[in-house]
């Protein structure tokens, strides 16, 4: 079954360490992107790539890192830089051409859950 | 940026009662999607709708682009609707999404 696979569902860090969120899609999608949650909240955009080895940053890439050096994977690295890394991650994927033509449906995977004790 | 307003912000329905979620959006975009979120946190797709009317059994969704705004239909609601539905938009120029703030269901039983 195509889909975008995210991992660990849950993960506990201490403080000051950088973790890194798995994300991989079968969709032979272009695009991927990163949004963050917090509690009673909205999605925010953190990163997103249209294309392998290129990306840009989103409303609130402080404290993150991403890479995109295969068209199937976007991992995020939360760094020790980030002030409040407690949340929920959640990774997308879209079909984009590069002339951008073409519906840009978002599609999600389940989300990772990450606090920092 | 572009501001994505939805409204109402909670909304308590018995079951069977129909009602309509707002999005307000404050700049020209080129797509639109609805999602619902349900407890475990999955996001799913609702509808893609740039504009015009769409159905799917009982929900309905309507985007008017040139007045910046979309509409999300919930008919004979159940309880299985509970979660929070987000309308999404992607701005004219840009290839993000900016999802709005949500609006909160409850339907009983």
């Known amino acids: 079954d195509g889909g975008i696979t995210q991992s660990p569902k849950y993960l506990f860090r201490k403080e000051g360490q950088n973790v890194t969120l798995s994300c991989e899609q079968n969709?032979?999608?272009?695009?991927m992107y990163w949004y963050r949650q917090d509690p009673g909240q909205g999605l925010r955009l953190i990163y997103y790539s249209q294309i392998v080895n290129d990306f840009q940053k989103g409303d609130i890439a402080e404290g993150y890192s991403v890479s995109r050096e295969k068209k199937e994977s976007f991992p995020l690295t939360v760094t020790s830089a980030q002030k409040n890394p407690t949340a929920f991650y959640l990774c997308?994927?879209?079909?984009?051409?590069?002339?951008?033509?073409?519906?840009?449906?978002?599609?999600f995977g389940a989300g990772s859950r990450l606090t920092v004790l | 940026g572009i501001q994505v307003e939805q409204s109402p912000p909670d909304l308590i329905l018995q079951e069977g009662a129909n009602s309509t979620l707002r999005c307000n959006f404050s700049?020209?975009?080129?797509?639109l999607q609805w999602f619902h979120q349900n407890p475990w946190g999955q996001l799913i797709n609702l509808f893609y709708i740039p504009s015009g009317t769409k159905q799917n059994g009982r929900l309905s969704a309507t985007t008017v682009a040139t007045e910046r705004y979309s509409l999300l239909y919930i008919s004979s609601s159940q309880t299985t609707d509970s979660g929070v539905y987000f309308c999404?938009?992607?701005?004219?120029?840009?290839?993000?999404?900016?999802f709005g703030t949500g609006t909160r269901l409850k339907v009983l039983a």
């Open positions: 999404a938009v992607e701005p004219s120029g840009t290839y993000k999404y900016i």
């Open positions: 997308a994927s879209s079909f984009r051409t590069l002339q951008g033509t073409g519906a840009n449906v978002l599609t």
């Open positions: 700049d020209s975009v080129n797509n």
């Open positions: 969709l032979n999608h272009d695009a």
